[in-house]
């Protein structure tokens, strides 16, 4: 075990990988000599030269079109998106191309997709966006959303080896803030588990990516039995862990950054209306970003991302119910 | 003439300008007319690439591809095909001259005006009509439908509606090969329509930039559904291949034996390591954009102009002419042909409707498995 930051956690695993399978490559914009926007690539041109830690144009729909015919031949592609905002230009090839091949043909795309995403910075609206819900709507596409350092490692191992397109959504806000104990060499995570982050009877806050630390930080300073539950998947959703947890408080809130409607909370909510109303002691809560574009100046945008305030008042709501 | 930018009144004028005059398409039809200003049987020499088998497969193909399209229009006319119907008469030429010069493991993206591509790589008829009326028994069990498919056991990857798409792909299998040093080539269709969208900019600056072994097949079929070449680009797309580095050939696009050599040679190119290289094979669409079109927007004339340079019509005559064909040996693959798809027909029309169950199955793969390899029948690869 070693402490890594949630960004050097992400490069350990993408090197792991890497290093087992030589078919495991990278492509993406400045990510070669330069290592990357964020530098999770940093040094791989070193060790696997040029050609699988491929600097592209850029062009998006060439790198997941070329990521997808790569895979269908046997590669294992990990494009990464400078910032997920950006896969707005190449989402027809991985929503009509990709996604839909394995239904209609049989031909299976096992291709991962890293997006930096998220706000907090002040990277407005085209650098902060958490874009998750699209790729929702999306059969065929597999949706992993870590929060821990642990889970950024063992999550990209499992969807590079999973045989389907996985879209790994990766907050930048954690990249160095976040930092934990991983686990060296080669580990994974199932793709499709949750976990309980901190066990609670009174209350249960469903969260994932940044919220959880929100959510976690929240249980800490209320002192209250709240239970977290981070979903870490959401494609496939872990219906059982979220029922289960639902069952055993009785009052749940739904936190993320995305907004709001249609969001991922959205499905949760219904999935807890739709098989579990007579667990309910309180009406279900949702806390997200409201439905605007994530605006750049500072008091702007913390106006709009939930805060670790917003996440306190609504659990006190709750508990309080 | 210069387009000032920024003058709304000035760009709309322009537009209208570029609309073509009936006298102006006449114009260009009389241009294709002229054999020297394209590659062709009748100024190419013979370089002895194919046998008398081979030209005998070769119109075998482009008869099988017009035969079954009838025959799948006639189903979609007695109302056995759901949605549209959409075929490439007038092109069998392309695919089949095309996809005739590629290895077993080599790889296709064939698009919808192809179909005879399929059959060289050994998809049979009757998988092709079961797939337009969506039976079980269709290349994609009725998951989709028309010519949206591709045999992944052929070495094909099916087409998606947007285009060209399937351009970015093909260089994504190009690149596997070139990162794994494989002797293999990746070929792919599109007409002229898809060289207006911003992804056929991306595939070929791609394919350019990393020398990909790959081959561009431009079908210019002179319509974009309703839309004519002039307001598809103020400049032929293939003279863009020279700006992307690789080489861009005009080719005669009904002649069969044209667009095959000009294949060999990109294939060859691409084989030892050249690049890709850009086809446009000039041709006509003689049927609507789908079986809904009527066509009204066809100036007169230039139906019939094509008509004169049918290319099975055009390889028949010249097989007995010049290549030493019998007309009863002609007539017999004639024959065998309709006789065969009639025999196809009966099987695609025996095959069950899917299973409703199988809808919602097979959304995620539980394994990824390398597509089969295709049939090339070209005497070349025979061992």
Not at chain 1, 77 to 102: R, S, W, Y
Not at chain 2, 18 to 33: F, Q, T, Y
Request: charged letters at 25%; glycine letters at 10%.
């Amino acid at each position: 075990m070693a402490e890594l930051t949630y960004l050097e956690a992400i490069s350990d695993g993408l090197r792991t990988e890497m290093r087992r399978d030589d078919s495991v490559f990278c492509l993406g914009e400045d990510i070669g000599a330069f290592g990357g926007a964020f530098k999770v690539t940093d040094g791989f041109a070193e060790e696997f030269g040029a050609d699988r830690v491929l600097d592209t144009p850029l062009a998006e729909s060439a790198i997941l079109g070329a990521a997808t015919g790569a895979a269908i031949e046997g590669m294992r592609p990990v494009c990464e998106m400078q910032f997920a905002d950006f896969i707005a230009c190449g989402f027809d090839q991985l929503v009509n191309v990709a996604a839909k091949l394995h239904y209609r043909q049989g031909v299976a795309v096992p291709l991962v997709v890293r997006l930096p995403s998220g706000g907090g910075f002040s990277g407005g609206p085209f650098h902060s966006q958490n874009p998750e819900a699209w790729f929702l709507q999306s059969p065929g596409l597999k949706v992993v959303t870590p929060a821990t350092a642990e889970d950024a490692k063992g999550l990209l191992a499992s969807a590079i080896r999973d045989p389907n397109p996985v879209c790994f959504l990766e907050h930048k806000g954690l990249y160095r803030h976040v930092r934990g104990e991983v686990p060296d060499g080669e580990h994974t995570v199932p793709i499709g588990q949750a976990r309980v982050a901190r066990e609670g009877s009174e209350m249960t806050v469903i969260a994932y990516g940044s919220s959880v630390h929100l959510a976690l930080e929240a249980a800490e300073q209320l002192g209250e039995e709240v239970e977290v539950v981070d979903l870490r998947s959401l494609c496939p959703l872990d219906r059982d862990a979220i029922l289960a947890s639902v069952r055993k408080t009785g009052k749940v809130l739904i936190a993320h950054e995305a907004t709001r409607t249609c969001g991922a909370g959205a499905e949760v909510a219904a999935l807890i209306g739709e098989e579990a109303f007579e667990d309910l002691d309180a009406p279900i809560r949702r806390l997200s970003a409201p439905d605007v574009p994530i605006p750049f100046s500072p008091p702007l945008e913390q106006a709009v991302l939930p805060q670790l305030d917003d996440i306190k008042e609504a659990c006190r709501e709750l508990l309080a119910y | 003439m210069a387009r000032p930018a920024g003058d709304p009144a000035v760009a709309t004028s322009c537009l209208v300008e570029a609309i073509p005059k009936p006298d102006e398409n006449r114009r260009r039809i009389e241009m294709l007319s002229d054999p020297s200003a394209l590659r062709g049987s009748t100024v190419s020499v013979d370089r002895a690439l194919l046998t008398h088998d081979d030209r005998a497969r070769l119109f075998r193909y482009m008869l099988m591809m017009r035969v079954a399209e009838e025959r799948g229009l006639a189903l979609y006319k007695q109302g056995k095909v759901p949605g549209s119907f959409y075929d490439g008469r007038g092109q069998e030429a392309i695919s089949v001259g095309a996809a005739f010069a590629l290895g077993p493991r080599d790889r296709l993206c064939i698009l919808h005006r192809d179909l005879g591509a399929h059959f060289v790589r050994g998809v049979t008829p009757d998988r092709y009509l079961a797939n337009y009326m969506g039976r079980a028994g269709a290349v994609t069990g009725g998951k989709d439908g028309n010519v949206h498919f591709g045999d992944r056991q052929l070495g094909c990857v099916g087409m998606v509606s947007m285009l060209p798409d399937m351009a970015q792909v093909a260089n994504g299998m190009a690149l596997a090969f070139k990162m794994r040093r494989e002797p293999r080539v990746a070929m792919t269709f599109f007409g002229e329509g898809s060289t207006a969208n911003g992804q056929w900019h991306e595939a070929m600056n791609f394919a350019g930039i990393h020398r990909l072994p790959i081959v561009f097949i431009l079908e210019n079929n002179q319509f974009a559904y309703s839309t004519p070449n002039e307001l598809e680009f103020a400049v032929d797309p293939v003279q863009r291949a020279a700006g992307y580095g690789f080489p861009g050939v005009n080719d005669d696009g009904n002649d069969v034996e044209a667009i095959f050599e000009a294949a060999h040679d990109a294939v060859e190119h691409a084989r030892d390591g050249a690049g890709p290289t850009l086809i446009e094979c000039q041709t006509m669409r003689m049927h609507g954009h789908g079986a809904h079109d009527d066509m009204g927007y066809v100036p007169d004339g230039m139906l019939e102009e094509w008509e004169r340079r049918d290319p099975i019509d055009r390889y028949a005559a010249r097989l007995v002419a010049e290549l030493g064909f019998a007309e009863e040996e002609v007539e017999e693959i004639r024959e065998q042909v309709r006789s065969f798809v009639a025999d196809c027909a009966e099987k695609a029309l025996a095959s069950p409707m899917p299973d409703p169950t199988a809808a919602t199955a097979g959304v995620f793969a539980e394994e990824w498995e390398p597509l089969g390899d295709g049939e090339a029948p070209w005497s070349r690869w025979e061992e």
